[in-house]
């Protein structure tokens, strides 16, 4: 998945001009070696779409138009480390810089210490980025061995980075990506993943006939995703496009009681043990029943049943940012899909439901940082302001598309 972050609008080296087209504005320019020199044949992508292009025999560059928004491009050249750029176009036309160091890889052998469960944290990491679902049983990483791993038993974070791009052929979906990957962590306690990085996109060669397998798969996995969900969310369509947006309303547990009586309870039942380790005790009055009441939640989440309409959650920024200003749990169902059983199967994973609710797909939107800013297209602006629970959490790299990706229906 792409990620545009929302900083602070970058200085560039060049002047700017203006090349107006009727889709958007041009971002051209040239890529240099730091330690001097053009760079033909560098390839320059942007991050999260399906769109790059090489530059010439003079180092030079040019994209085809894009519409006002945050990019962040990627550049990549044999015997030189990718680098990455932040560009904001609005309502102008870029001519940009770009320089690149060399690859400094004897370095880089000494730097690296071996990680003696590196094959087991591999796996941690190929089922949290990659994924588990149906479409990640067909996609891998080629280069595995450019990933750096590394464990902090205090911490128990598993953190993993590369210097290069990873290698991804997904065979379900059709695509190869290129990704580079800024940051992966997994905490083995509270069980969140967290990743971010550049990701580009492009078409694995096919036959028309697995082309148009790979168009229906894509279309599977775009309907109820992430994706999908903001980008109505940004038009205003989401009943429309099937999906269901609910609050859930926090409150103080009434089964719990309170810590000083806890822990009183506890004190007393271990100081009234005898010489044989026991204590005579009435139903509703052991070590376990206030062991049990310590590890009831203090809170409690209450799903409100009344659907909330997307123009009362949505406040516009610009006329290609929106934000939502509040910083509730949203309980968002997709009813035109059920859950699978492979992700019911996983303990921890379904999102609780009432009674009289089919087991449609069903995740939850818990906001770190609030506002919570998106594009149009559907991206988040910033990965860390969101947490996803449900299925949104199950789905992963093996299930991402391009941000620039179109359903079939929506083609003119």
Same mark, same amino acid.
């Given at each position: 998945?792409?990620? +545009?972050?929302?900083?602070?609008?970058?200085?560039?080296?060049?002047?700017?001009?203006?090349?107006?087209?009727?889709?958007?504005?041009?971002?051209?320019? %040239?890529?240099?070696?730091?330690?001097?020199?053009?760079?033909?044949?560098?390839?320059?992508?942007?991050?999260?779409?399906?769109?790059?292009?090489?530059?010439?025999?003079?180092?030079?560059?040019?994209?085809?138009?894009?519409?006002?928004?945050?990019?962040?491009?990627?550049?990549?050249? $044999?015997?030189?480390?990718?680098?990455?750029?932040?560009?904001?176009?609005? #309502?102008?036309?870029?001519?940009?810089?770009?320089?690149?160091?060399?690859?400094?890889?004897? @370095?880089?052998?000494? +730097?690296?210490?071996?990680?003696?469960?590196?094959? #087991?944290? =591999?796996?941690?990491?190929?089922?949290?980025?990659?994924?588990?679902?149906?479409?990640?049983?067909?996609?891998?990483?080629?280069?595995?061995?450019?990933?750096?791993?590394?464990?902090?038993?205090?911490?128990? +974070?598993?953190?993993?980075?590369?210097?290069?791009? =990873?290698?991804?052929? #997904?065979?379900?979906?059709?695509?190869?990506?290129?990704?580079?990957?800024?940051?992966?962590?997994?905490?083995?306690?509270?069980?969140?993943?967290?990743?971010?990085?550049?990701?580009?996109?492009?078409?694995?060669?096919?036959?028309?006939?697995?082309?148009?397998?790979?168009?229906?798969?894509?279309?599977?996995?775009?309907?109820?995703?992430?994706?999908?969900?903001?980008?109505?969310?940004?038009?205003?369509?989401?009943?429309?496009?099937?999906?269901?947006?609910?609050? @859930?309303?926090?409150?103080?547990?009434?089964?719990?009681?309170?810590?000083?009586? $806890?822990?009183? #309870?506890?004190?007393?039942?271990?100081?009234?043990?005898?010489?044989?380790?026991? +204590?005579? %005790?009435?139903?509703?009055?052991?070590?376990?029943? *206030?062991?049990?009441?310590?590890?009831?939640?203090?809170?409690?989440?209450?799903?409100?049943?009344?659907?909330?309409?997307?123009?009362?959650?949505?406040?516009? @920024?610009?006329?290609?940012?929106?934000?939502?200003?509040?910083?509730?749990?949203?309980?968002?169902?997709?009813?035109?899909?059920?859950?699978?059983?492979?992700?019911?199967?996983?303990?921890?994973?379904?999102?609780?439901?009432?009674?009289?609710?089919?087991?449609?797909?069903?995740?939850?939107?818990?906001?770190?940082?609030?506002?919570?800013?998106?594009?149009?297209?559907?991206?988040?602006?910033?990965?860390?302001?969101?947490?996803?629970?449900?299925? *949104?959490? *199950?789905?992963?790299?093996?299930?991402?598309?391009?941000?620039?990706?179109?359903?079939?229906?929506?083609?003119?």
């Amino acid at each position: 998945m792409g990620f +545009v972050r929302l900083f602070t609008v970058m200085s560039f080296l060049f002047c700017c001009h203006i090349v107006r087209a009727q889709e958007g504005y041009v971002i051209s320019g %040239i890529i240099k070696a730091k330690s001097g020199g053009v760079l033909p044949g560098a390839g320059v992508y942007v991050s999260g779409y399906k769109l790059g292009t090489a530059a010439n025999d003079k180092g030079r560059f040019s994209l085809p138009p894009l519409r006002n928004g945050t990019y962040d491009l990627l550049v990549q050249m $044999i015997g030189y480390l990718p680098a990455s750029r932040q560009v904001t176009v609005s #309502n102008n036309a870029l001519d940009i810089e770009i320089l690149l160091d060399e690859n400094p890889t004897n @370095l880089s052998e000494v +730097v690296i210490r071996p990680d003696p469960d590196r094959l #087991n944290h =591999l796996r941690i990491f190929r089922e949290s980025f990659i994924g588990m679902t149906e479409n990640a049983e067909n996609c891998r990483i080629s280069n595995e061995d450019v990933l750096r791993t590394h464990f902090d038993p205090q911490t128990r +974070v598993l953190t993993v980075n590369a210097d290069e791009f =990873l290698i991804i052929e #997904n065979k379900s979906l059709g695509y190869r990506i290129k990704y580079l990957l800024k940051e992966f962590e997994f905490d083995m306690r509270s069980k969140i993943v967290y990743y971010s990085g550049l990701p580009t996109y492009e078409d694995l060669p096919a036959s028309p006939a697995r082309m148009r397998r790979y168009i229906q798969k894509r279309l599977v996995a775009y309907n109820g995703s992430t994706q999908h969900f903001f980008r109505a969310l940004y038009q205003g369509t989401t009943e429309q496009q099937g999906f269901l947006i609910h609050k @859930l309303i926090p409150r103080r547990n009434p089964n719990r009681l309170p810590d000083s009586l $806890i822990d009183a #309870n506890l004190a007393r039942l271990r100081a009234a043990r005898g010489p044989s380790n026991k +204590v005579i %005790i009435t139903a509703g009055d052991s070590i376990g029943y *206030w062991m049990r009441m310590k590890n009831e939640p203090e809170e409690i989440r209450i799903l409100n049943r009344k659907p909330v309409r997307s123009d009362t959650l949505v406040r516009t @920024l610009n006329g290609d940012l929106k934000f939502v200003p509040y910083a509730d749990i949203l309980y968002i169902v997709y009813t035109r899909e059920r859950e699978t059983d492979s992700f019911r199967a996983r303990l921890g994973m379904s999102i609780n439901r009432p009674p009289d609710m089919p087991n449609y797909q069903v995740s939850l939107v818990n906001l770190i940082k609030y506002p919570l800013y998106f594009y149009s297209n559907g991206e988040v602006a910033d990965p860390r302001s969101v947490l996803f629970e449900g299925v *949104w959490s *199950w789905e992963k790299i093996a299930d991402s598309l391009p941000m620039n990706y179109s359903p079939p229906a929506d083609k003119r």
